[in-house]
């Protein structure tokens, strides 16, 4: 029997597995998320949710031996979303000047999200890890809007200071690529490779 734990405290995240008929246990690794000087963006959101891999797999130590008695294999999916604009990583905005600011530079543009997934076994440490970019396409934004969606209380705690899950769909005029990326994880790409892991979406309708 496999057992899917998601590293996750992204309430997103949870919804999106669901979404596609899993079922999983949640546990929150906690990593220093600065980025190093000069990284990339893709290679910051690729080390970061390696590093949530292995705090994760860290946590659950104590319950493999318990797992193994059980004959249960435990799988553990970890991923980081960042938005990028201007080869820039937009992070969770300090305050609302600091969210105004984000979403006045995206009015009328187009910036890039990005999610790292990593899949990994807790027995061996086997792991698979991919990144997905989608690229999407802001309406004009005014400030004044800036300010009314930032009372919401919605952009606080999104990279970029929005979600395209939420409110902050009013904004976004197209997307080129995985809608379910922009909102944190990539959900075809995500099933393919639990499949390899032994985990079937389908597997509740067979």
């Not at 891999?53 to 797992?67: F, I, K, N």
């Not at 990005?114 to 934004?141: H, K, M, P, W």
């Amino acid at each position: 029997m496999i057992a899917l734990v998601l590293g996750s405290a992204s309430p997103r995240r949870s919804q999106l597995l669901r979404q596609i008929n899993l079922s999983f246990d949640v546990i929150t690794p906690d990593i220093d998320e600065t980025p190093m000087v000069g990284e990339q963006a893709c290679d910051y959101a690729s080390r970061m949710s390696k590093g949530k891999s292995v705090a994760a797999r860290h946590l659950l130590e104590v319950d493999a031996a318990d797992a193994a008695k059980r004959h249960l294999e435990v799988v553990v999916l970890c991923a980081d979303t960042i938005v990028v604009l201007d080869n820039e990583i937009l992070c969770k905005p300090k305050d609302e000047e600091d969210a105004v600011n984000m979403l006045r530079r995206m009015s009328n543009r187009r910036h890039t999200v990005v999610t790292a997934v990593t899949v990994s076994r807790l027995a061996d440490g086997y792991q698979e890890s991919f990144s997905v970019e989608t690229e999407v396409n802001f309406r004009q934004v005014n400030e004044q809007e800036c300010r009314k969606y930032w009372l919401t209380g919605e952009p606080q705690d999104k990279s970029g200071a929005y979600g395209i899950q939420g409110i902050g769909a009013i904004f976004v005029e197209s997307i080129i690529g995985s809608s379910s990326n922009v909102a944190g994880l990539p959900l075809r790409e995500t099933a393919d490779c639990l499949a390899r892991f032994g985990i079937d979406c389908l597997a509740g309708n067979e």
